[in-house]
């Protein structure tokens, strides 16, 4: 759970069926984002990597630095099935094509070592400070428990251009955060 913070974001990004205009995805899409976190500032580039079954269904596999991501669109709701190495069991749900609010419970595995997870999901649209100017956006807050561990994620999107921010949190701690490079 530790390094779902840089990839998180990827998965907002979309699946291959119906795909809503927020999320520019296709083979060969990338952006770069300045990651700030527990080291000193960095840059990092994620790309759309291929096509995959994702769930059941036709997805994308993305990947950076920190490792790949598997997502796809499942009934109007971007679901993550992998990320960054964590692996979800039933996927997580991460996007939704409305807003809305949506409980999960699964099982989250990662270096082999299964833990119960559950938490929610929330999404509202909203002006967000882009570029020196006031911009719409879809937020999006996952609040998830671990044993031990309470886990914030937010994203900004912006129509067009997919994650422009993101912030991870662990027991209110700050993780990681990344900003989109224009």
């Not at 530790?2 to 990004?13: D, N, P, S, T, Y």
Request: proline share 5%; glycine share 10%; with cysteine.
């Amino acid at each position: 759970m530790k390094r779902i913070g840089i990839l998180a974001a990827l998965v907002l990004f979309g699946g291959c069926a119906k795909t809503p205009h927020v999320f520019p995805l296709k083979k060969g899409w990338s952006a770069t984002y300045e990651v700030t976190g527990a080291f000193f500032p960095q840059v990092e580039e994620i790309e759309v990597l291929r096509a995959s079954t994702v769930a059941g269904v036709p997805g994308w596999v993305l990947g950076g630095a920190l490792g790949e991501s598997r997502v796809a669109w499942k009934d109007g709701v971007l679901v993550a099935e992998q990320l960054a190495g964590t692996w979800y069991a039933p996927p997580l749900p991460i996007l939704r094509s409305a807003s809305g609010d949506e409980e999960w419970r699964g099982v989250a595995v990662t270096l082999g070592q299964a833990k119960a997870i559950s938490g929610t999901f929330v999404q509202r649209e909203e002006k967000v400070e882009f570029a020196d100017r006031k911009t719409q956006s879809t937020h999006v807050v996952l609040d998830l428990s671990e044993p031990g561990a309470k886990i914030e994620i937010q994203i900004w999107y912006v129509k067009g251009m997919g994650p422009i921010r993101w912030e991870h949190r662990r027991n209110t701690a700050l993780v990681q955060k990344a900003v989109i490079l224009r």
